[in-house]
Every structure is written in C-alpha cells, then in structure tokens.
C-alpha cells in the first residue's frame, strides 16, 4: 500500500511538473504580445507629443521605416521630424486596434491597423492605415528596427 501511494505520489509530481512546463511558454508569450501592443499604444502617444526621447529609446540606431510610396526614413530622419513644427495639420488621436503579435525568440513581428485624427484650423482629417512593426529585444527591452505603414483607401464610389 504504501508503494502504491508512493508511485501515485510520484506521478501526481511528475504530472504537475509537466503541466508547469507547458504553461510558462504560453503565459510568456502573451505577456510578451500584452507588452509589445502596449508599446504600439505608446508609439501612437508619444506622436501625439511628439516625444523626441521616447524615440531615441524606442528606435534602434539602424531602424529604418518604409512608407506607402516606398519612401525611407532613418531614425536620426524620424527624431528630427519631431523638431519641425507639425504643419498644418497636427496629430490629434493615434489608435490601433486589430493586432496581431508573432513572437520568434527576441524578434517579434506586430501587425495592425492605426486610425489617426489630425486637426487644422479649418478642418479634421481621419485615415486609417495598416501597419507592420518588426522589434528586437536588446538588452532585456525591446527595440523598434523596421517599420511599413500603408494607408486604407476608402472604396471608390
């Protein structure tokens, strides 16, 4: 008898062990997708700002961005933007939604949709845009190294 409560011990531990193992990657990996879609949050926030110091954390020295037209922009490029006054229009809402995050080790890959307000004196403009963000985790934070952003055409009519 007590060897079998032994062996039945034994296996209750063997069996719980295995099932901890198998959680902690899952658990990780949403933490980490809760973390990064965070970050997107906090990207679309400090546009708003126009936050200098939180892209020359964010970006990577060799981040690089993509535009719809096929245009490059540089993280030195992107950090001086944010000295030029904004223009006529400024950034007044910065939303993304539908979020996927892809995790492969210390690279992730988010994808989305941003919705962005930007307001002149005499009018208010919404456009939607798909977007593709690729991070490297350096350093236990992540950084941002690639970019593409596509804007939403409305149907034609």
Do not use: C
């Amino acid at each position: 008898m007590r060897r079998f409560l032994s062996s039945v011990l034994l296996l209750f531990s063997a069996l719980v062990l295995v099932a901890s193992a198998q959680t902690k990657p899952k658990d990780n990996k949403s933490r980490v997708q809760a973390e990064l879609m965070q970050l997107e949050r906090d990207i679309g926030e400090a546009n708003i700002k126009r936050d200098k110091a939180f892209f020359e954390r964010i970006e990577a020295d060799e981040f690089i961005f993509t535009d719809s037209s096929g245009g490059l922009t540089t993280k030195a490029q992107d950090v001086a933007s944010l000295d030029s006054p904004p223009g006529a229009f400024k950034l007044v809402s910065y939303v993304p939604d539908e979020m996927s995050v892809q995790v492969y080790g210390d690279t992730a890959v988010v994808t989305g949709r941003v919705t962005t307000v930007s307001r002149s004196a005499e009018r208010s403009v919404t456009s939607q845009s798909r977007f593709t963000d690729v991070f490297v985790k350096r350093k236990g934070r992540w950084q941002l190294v690639a970019g593409h952003s596509s804007r939403i055409r409305e149907p034609q009519k």
